[in-house]
């Protein structure tokens, strides 16, 4: 799979420079200081905008330790560490939500009504009405190992994009790589769908559907 190197010098590439990079820590070149201040941004952005498969955690809530009430909620929750959205709750008792082989999605299970509230400047409480709660969350804390060779592709023209405002102001080449990554991401997305869970039957992906 792609490291950091590889996916700055893809964005490069996409962006139409030859010049290709030796490291990443150097910070010795334009090319080197735009990258390091867009590449974090920009991966987040994308992790946050769908359920990517290697950035969901499936955890169970560590309560606060502090007091704190609400006059909806009965149950107070630490925020995941490194939770970039926060996607569903579930019930998992003492144990974590299990999905068995052709069963339904977690998505489909009992889910449990929830709110984020900040306690202080630093500090958010999750709160909800569930005792033992279970949380579907999307983190920041990946690796580039972990990235599918399509959103791989699809982050280098989305970085090469941001770069080449960044570098040249050149906004027609910028709306040409973000075309190229809204196809690009728009594909991923169907085939992360279709590795979840399904029911055995005629049934495809929403993402499948929007395309007949």
Avoid at 183 to 192: D, P, T
Wanted: hydrophobic letters at 40%; a negative charge.
């Amino acid at each position: 799979m792609a490291n950091k190197l590889q996916i700055w010098n893809m964005a490069l590439s996409k962006m139409g420079q030859s010049r290709q990079l030796l490291d990443t820590e150097s910070n010795a070149t334009p090319e080197h200081r735009n990258l390091e201040n867009l590449y974090k941004p920009t991966l987040d952005s994308m992790l946050e905008d769908h359920s990517w498969n290697f950035a969901k955690r499936v955890v169970q809530l560590e309560p606060i330790d502090f007091e704190y009430s609400h006059p909806s909620w009965n149950f107070y929750y630490k925020y995941p560490d490194y939770c970039l959205d926060l996607r569903l709750i579930v019930y998992g008792g003492d144990e974590p939500v299990t999905v068995v082989p052709f069963g339904p999605p977690l998505s489909t299970l009992r889910t449990i009504p929830f709110e984020i509230v900040s306690y202080d400047y630093e500090t958010r409480v999750l709160c909800t009405n569930l005792e033992c709660a279970w949380a579907e969350y999307i983190t920041s804390d990946v690796d580039e190992a972990m990235f599918t060779p399509m959103f791989v592709t699809a982050f280098s023209y989305r970085l090469g994009a941001e770069l080449v405002l960044a570098l040249a102001g050149d906004i027609a080449k910028h709306r040409e790589l973000m075309s190229y990554y809204t196809a690009l991401f728009e594909r991923g997305k169907e085939r992360v769908s279709n590795e979840a869970a399904r029911v055995i039957g005629p049934q495809i992906s929403k993402y499948e559907g929007a395309r007949r």
